[in-house]
């Protein structure tokens, strides 16, 4: 288990009732209702998944840390970067799993800037480090 020397963030988020009810924040900010896709077994009720809400943290972290990593390279970051998110559940021998492809654009940036900036993004985000050796993750430069 890995013990962070300092934390420097930290939320809480609880979720009550299983898989189709509410994920509240201690904040109260993120209120939302969850329910299962029904490729997974749910109803396709009104309400994102776990599987949506992955995706958006994901693209959103590594987002941030694009923007981090520009700044201590001194790299322009172009304003309408993007970063997609596509999650896909499917059978693995031991249940399910998940695997992740990350489309990023960088509009106008050479290159070697931009290869740069995402492999030294996809070694300091939180996310790539949590699913790194145990989910595949493709990144692909659009």
């Not at 934390?7 to 509240?24: F, H, L, S």
């Amino acid at each position: 288990m890995l013990l962070l020397d300092r934390v420097i963030y930290q939320t809480r988020v609880k979720a009550t009732a299983g898989r189709d009810t509410r994920a509240v924040s201690s904040d109260g900010v993120l209120d939302l209702k969850v329910s299962r896709p029904r490729e997974l077994g749910g109803t396709n009720g009104r309400g994102t998944n776990p599987e949506q809400l992955f995706a958006a943290s994901y693209a959103a972290c590594f987002l941030g840390m694009m923007r981090l990593v520009a700044m201590r390279e001194a790299i322009a970051l172009p304003t309408d970067t993007e970063v997609e998110a596509n999650v896909g559940v499917g059978p693995t021998r031991l249940g399910l799993g998940i695997e992740v492809e990350l489309r990023i654009c960088l509009p106008g940036l050479p290159r070697p800037e931009a290869d740069l900036l995402v492999e030294k993004s996809h070694a300091m985000c939180p996310y790539s480090n949590a699913t790194r050796n145990n989910v595949h993750v493709r990144l692909v430069l659009a």
